[in-house]
């Protein structure tokens, strides 16, 4: 007879498993005993990481790089972090107008001629 339970799987018996942590020197350990702590902090990340997050977030690990070495100015930073705001804002009204539209098009008796003519708006 097929029983219908899954069955549970093996798992390995964690006194034969090697502790990676043991490898670490001791000031490797320290290092990761202060990273722990920092990480409970009440504020986890500074205004500029957050900003820098934002911006590799939008354009990639080089233009990161690029940022945090010091290869551009402020202004152009800024410059470019607006503008992928901008286009993600953009981006997101778009969404919701097309949500907007399918929603209105279900609760519309004409759904059909509701779509096509935001499809001809979109087409333009």
Do not use: C
């Not at 949500?99 to 499809?119: M, N, P, T, Y």
């Amino acid at each position: 007879m097929v029983s219908a339970r899954l069955e549970q799987p093996e798992y390995p018996d964690r006194s034969t498993l090697h502790n990676v942590y043991d490898d670490f020197t001791e000031s490797e350990k320290t290092q990761t005993k202060e990273f722990k702590a920092s990480l409970q902090s009440s504020r986890l990340y500074t205004d500029k990481e957050l900003l820098l997050a934002e911006f590799g977030r939008y354009y990639g690990w080089d233009a990161l790089k690029d940022a945090a070495e010091g290869r551009m100015t402020a202004w152009t930073f800024l410059a470019l972090l607006e503008a992928a705001r901008k286009i993600d804002r953009n981006r997101r009204l778009e969404r919701l107008d097309d949500i907007s539209v399918a929603v209105a098009a279900q609760l519309d008796k004409k759904a059909a001629s509701r779509l096509k003519s935001q499809e001809k708006k979109l087409r333009k």
